[in-house]
T-cell receptor, first 115, second 109 residues
Framework: DTGVSQDPRHKITKRGQNVTFRCDPISEHNRLYWYRQTLGQGPEFLTYFQNEAQLEKSRLLSDRFSAERPKGSFSTLEIQRTEQGDSAMYLC?????????????FGEGSRLTVL | GENVEQHPSTLSVQEGDSAVIKCTYSDSASNYFPWYKQELGKRPQLIIDIRSNVGEKKDQRIAVTLNKTAKHFSLHITETQPEDSAVYFCAASIYQFYFGTGTSLTVIP
């Protein structure tokens, strides 16, 4: 399968713990995006990368959130000191058009539940 | 940043009728406007898109129109079928994508 894959699919953690999600984009795609989605809402932009460079981070994103994309391949999203409000689906997407926009391909998402 | 508003939030239609979902955006620099369909528990998937140099695009029963002056775009689904029932999201993009809050469409057989 050459689609976007995310791991883990589900994560339950206690408040205050750190969690890390991994995203493997479609291999030839140079852009990678992270979104957060809560029930009944659209995907909320968190951050995106072009190759290994993080080009933009949402101003709404807490300092507890950090994302990396070493070597421009897979990406990780870490949430430190989780809070109950962090409970959501975290979606990763990739796109292959350099210098412009193209179709976003989404992964299945990583569902986080903070107790 | 970009702000995308989407209406209505819920929509019920009889099978065979048409459905229209409308979105507005705030950043005149946005140049790409995709529509995504998300079925329960599944990932969003692209159903149609339009770029800012085009006013209308059609793909079988689905069409999208764009009014750059007014900064709004719409999704039109004709001859709706029960399998069209899902949540639909519009988005506006320059490089990053900003999504609307979604429309839950129910097609009643």
């Amino acid at each position: 399968d050459t689609g976007v894959s995310q791991d883990p699919r589900h994560k339950i953690t206690k408040r205050g713990q750190n969690v890390t999600f991994r995203c493997d984009p479609i291999s030839e795609h140079n852009r990678l995006y992270w979104y957060r989605q809560t029930l009944g809402q659209g995907p909320e932009f968190l951050t995106y990368f072009q190759n290994e460079a993080q080009l933009e981070k949402s101003r709404l994103l807490s300092d507890r959130f950090s994302a990396e994309r070493p070597k421009g391949s897979f990406s990780t999203l870490e949430i430190q000191r989780t809070e109950q409000g962090d409970s959501a689906m975290y979606l990763c997407a990739s796109s292959g058009i350099a210098g412009g926009t193209g179709e976003l391909f989404f992964g299945e998402g990583s569902r986080l539940t903070v107790l | 940043g970009e702000n995308v508003e989407q209406h209505p939030s819920t929509l019920s239609v009889q099978e065979g009728d048409s459905a229209v979902i409308k979105c507005t955006y705030s950043d005149s620099a946005s140049n790409y406007f995709p529509w995504y369909k998300q079925e329960l528990g599944k990932r969003p998937q692209l159903i149609i898109d339009i770029r800012s140099n085009v006013g209308e695009k059609k793909d079988q029963r689905i069409a999208v129109t764009l009014n750059k002056t007014a900064k709004h775009f719409s999704l039109h689904i004709t001859e709706t079928q029960p399998e069209d029932s899902a949540v639909y999201f519009c988005a506006a993009s320059i490089y990053q994508f900003y999504f609307g809050t979604g429309t839950s469409l129910t097609v009643i057989p």
